[in-house]
C-alpha cells in the first residue's frame, strides 16, 4: 500500500487547512490511519487516530476540537481538518497506515505499530 499526503501550506495562525492522505494499492477499508507531526528539533507526535470503520476517533489533547479527522471510502481518502491553527502546530505533517481487518473499530496511536508512510507535507502557521 502507499500513502500520499498533500495539502499543507503557509498559513496564519486562526486559519485553517485541510490534509488530505490518498491511499493506493489497497482498500482504505482495511486499514486504521494516522496522522503524526514533527517540528524541528522535536520528537514526532501522534496528532490523530481513526479506525478502519471511520466510526472511532483519537485526538492527541494539544489539537481536541480544533483538527478533525475523517475518511472517504469511495475516493480512498483520509482527511485531517485543521482550524485555529496556531504556530505550535508548525511541523510536518505525516499520514501512515496499518492492517486492522474490514472497518472494524481499532484506533492505532503507536508509531512503531505503523508499517507503511506517507513522504509528508509541510505546515507552517505564521503568527
Known amino acids: 500500500v502507499q500513502l500520499q499526503a498533500s495539502g499543507g501550506g503557509l498559513v496564519q495562525a486562526g486559519g485553517s487547512l485541510r490534509l488530505s492522505c490518498a491511499v493506493s494499492?489497497?482498500?482504505?477499508?482495511?486499514?486504521?490511519i494516522g496522522w503524526f507531526r514533527q517540528a524541528p528539533g522535536k520528537e514526532r507526535e501522534g496528532v490523530s487516530f481513526i479506525s478502519s470503520s471511520g466510526l472511532s476517533r483519537f485526538y492527541t489533547d494539544s489539537v481536541k476540537g480544533r483538527f478533525t479527522i475523517s475518511r472517504d471510502h469511495a475516493k480512498n481518502t483520509v482527511y485531517l481538518r485543521m482550524d485555529s491553527l496556531k504556530p505550535e502546530d508548525s511541523a510536518v505533517y505525516y499520514c501512515?497506515?496499518?492492517?486492522?481487518?474490514?472497518?472494524?473499530?481499532?484506533?492505532?496511536?503507536?508509531?512503531?505499530?505503523?508499517?507503511?508512510w506517507g513522504q509528508g507535507t509541510l505546515v507552517t502557521v505564521s503568527s
Open positions: 501512515a497506515a496499518v492492517l486492522r481487518g474490514y472497518r472494524t473499530e481499532m484506533v492505532v496511536a503507536t508509531a512503531s505499530e505503523y508499517p507503511y
Open positions: 494499492g489497497s482498500s482504505l477499508g482495511y486499514y486504521a
